[in-house]
């Protein structure tokens, strides 16, 4: 005990002091960048509106909703993923969890058929759906993070390859579908911002709000985790339960995120190294809001852009992509080089 | 990597596998020739002239396009994983594929009523300068463990996969692309496979070849110092491994993993010999690509599963496996 309170008494007695003067860095970033997400949202609800302002208006509040959701979802999930499992290179998206997503619910129709999918309407299909996904992404993941594999690198090879495996069963399942079924699948796989339907919100931003509330209330938890493994085992952490509720929000955000957005690989990627980066701390009471705000900054900006000036509104998703992966194999050779 | 490995298959028992692998292989193609849409039979292909006729248009051109796109997939993964020392390397995880597509998709926009002969050489000069980026960025990368090579293939592959997308989509041409990246071998009759003869041609020399690829797999180093011109055997593999694959792209599409479970398994029963184990690749991609592409046939008749998607769950498992079972070697 007294070796615990050792290990423990001299970081904070450092830290403390630090606070005092780095506070108003982080919150200073945090409320400069929601000024700037403010405008930018702002710009987005009501410039270059062609007609009545108040046929556009809600569908643009919508999809802003819509963006708040996915950013929510792939950013602050891929930085709590990334505590958790003590990296900053794997995102649930790139070892896979949005593919699990889609073969799940191609499962899903695969099994009780596309008419039967569709009579259960609402929030308990939602529900069933969510909750198929986060129990098998719970048990595949945890397996994978068992510790079992040596190396970051293996266990990233085995989660992608995983994704890609997933991907051919889902189109394989697909294949074998009639047709009505598949174009019900299809409407539920492929979410675009653009479209999506509005009475989903409520229910999209309450699981949000949960969540979010269940990180908040362990920030610090996670702070410890950052640590690593072994140092929050001995502060008195119990780090297999830690990981698995983790992994269960996760995959409940990731499930969200796909259900509005369609699969992105590399967006919660991005949004978490440009997080770490800006924060200006390490404290997850900064980087959780920042990275929450950056991914929604970069939605709402891009979209606008490309709507208004490229006129290539449906290819946000698309070239998120693109700079994401060149940002992550920047990001995987730099490692490569330690 | 690179040494010859001492054969933990007893002879006997090796040669009775490889016998009967050899006849799997010969009844799985008598099966494609005979299993379709229209019923072939062996007594009626001696009387019906109708028969005889479907055999030479329909079925014997896609058994064959078969065969050669099998032989050249898992014969670039041999010449890649040695070229990259890597044994995790094929022409999908080193996104050489994924920049033959590309490459298709260009020709689409700059020049669409291109002939299939003008579409295989841009797609096969992107395969190259692909794969000439791949290698160049493993150089350098200071730490080639054997994990991190596949994976910064698959993820330059991604990356030119979203390109690709994203221009196809600017130019509405997505349902092309996805046209051709689903067509697989359903599409193939007379007059449109024989491209892939250049393939066997490939395989040929890659077979004369065999002897120096195998001292490059030794690094550069010890190839230079036996005597090998290393960077002049590099180039002439990721010429052929350019050249059969964006053929095999352009006639019927991506092939996952073939390239990378065929050598692999090869290996682990005959040893490290190149030139003893190419045929024996050949005759294993065969077999695997013909019963994936035999299931996608019989399972929805009268339509088509795409045999890359079969073999792409099989062969994602197959790597899995692999990649584990080789960290149990290692440690």
Redesign the interface.
Known sequence: MSLVEERVAPITAESRPATDRTKRGPWLRLVLLSGLLVLAMGGFATLFVHGALDFALPRRLTMLGAMAVAAFAQGVGTVVFHTVTQNRILTPSIMGFDSLYTLMQTLLVWVFGGAAIAQTEGVGKLLAQTVLMVVFATILYRWLFSGR???L??L???G???G??F???S??MQ??LDPTDYDMLSVQLFGRLSTVDASYLPLAFAVCAATGLVFWRRRHVLDVLLLGRHTATSVGIDYKRELTLMLILIALLVALATALMGPM??YGFMVASIAYQIAGSHRHSYVLPMAFLLGMFTLVVGQFVLQHIFY?A??LT??I??VG??L??YF??RK??? | MGTVVATTVPSRLRRTLLGLTALVVAGLVAASLLVGGYEITLSGLLTDPVEREMLLVSRLPRTLALVFAATAMSVSGVIMQMITQNK?VEPTTAGTSQWSGLGILVVLIVWPGAPPMGRMFVASIFAFVGTLVFLG?LR????R?S??V???G???G??VS??T??LA??FDLLQSMSTWRSGGFSGIVKGFYEPLWAVAVIAAIAFVMADRFTAAGLGKDLATSIGLRYERVVLAGTTMVALATGVTTVVVGFI?FLGLIVPNAVSMLLGDDTRRNLPWVAVFGVGLLMACDLVGRT??AP?E?PAS?????VG??I??IL??KQ?HVV?
């Open positions: 594999f040596g190396s690198y293996l990233l090879l085995v992608v390859v995983f890609m495996a991907d051919s069963l189109t394989f294949r074998l690989t590399f290539a449906g290819f698309v070239i992509e693109f992966g060149l992550f194999l995987l050779l490569g080089k330690w | 995790f960025v350098r990368i200071a730490l463990s994990i991190i596949p994976l910064v698959i993820m330059l991604a990356v979203a390109v997308t994203f989509g600017h996952p399972v929805v339509m599963i998607v079969i073999l792409g769950a994602a498992a790597f899995i990649v584990l960290r440690g």
